[in-house]
């Protein structure tokens, strides 16, 4: 009888290298991490645009005042976690001249400038976001979100939107810190987990 779920291979750390901070082979630690910016930095927009419209006896001007700010902390504590990830994926994770200096020269390559891309538009929308969180979470009284706080949560919003877009693209078209398991394309009753290559690096 054919088997119809694959459920082990997906949790298995059995054959997959610790790379620290970058997480595990075919299983890092930065693309998670992201996704919790994304969808908070979005909700906090929505709810700041929802009370910044209501009216200020409305007790819902509030109360989605509060929920924009208590998600954007959320989703600025996180993005810690995926900063982090992401710079070490930037410095080990690309080809790089290891004799030129601690952190080594990094080729020239179009990778290379999608992720300086990607990490400057992302880093802007960290220190957009703190800079949001201090005058809020200062003046957190305030039955309402006001009209500054309105502009910088839908800039961080946006730019966390259009910065994932290079994130999408260094993986599902660069291929970028993806590990290909090609047996799983082949018709089979056996379950396969990608093993490290022998001689690469961390």
Not at 62 to 87: K, N, P, R, W
Request: with cysteine; aromatic share 14%.
């Amino acid at each position: 009888m054919a088997r119809l779920f694959s459920i082990r291979p997906t949790w298995s750390l059995k054959g997959r290298r610790f790379q620290g901070l970058r997480g595990f082979t075919g299983k890092p630690f930065h693309p998670p991490l992201t996704d919790f910016p994304i969808v908070c930095y979005t909700l906090a927009a929505v709810f700041d645009l929802i009370s910044f419209f209501s009216d200020e006896m409305d007790p819902k001007a509030h109360d989605f005042f509060a929920a924009a700010t208590f998600v954007m902390v959320a989703g600025f504590i996180v993005s810690l976690g995926a900063a982090l990830t992401g710079f070490m994926d930037w410095w080990k994770g690309i080809p790089r001249d290891r004799n030129s200096g601690p952190i080594g020269t990094a080729k020239h390559t179009q990778v290379w400038r999608t992720i300086n891309w990607h990490a400057t538009v992302m880093l802007t929308v960290t220190a957009i976001t703190l800079i949001d969180v201090i005058l809020r979470v200062s003046d957190f009284d305030r039955g309402q979100t006001q009209g500054a706080w309105l502009v910088l949560s839908v800039i961080a919003a946006a730019l966390v939107l259009f910065g994932a877009a290079y994130g999408g693209t260094l993986v599902f078209e660069y291929g970028f810190n993806v590990e290909n398991v090609e047996e799983v394309w082949k018709e089979s009753e056996e379950d396969h987990v990608r093993l490290p290559r022998s001689g690469s690096s961390s």
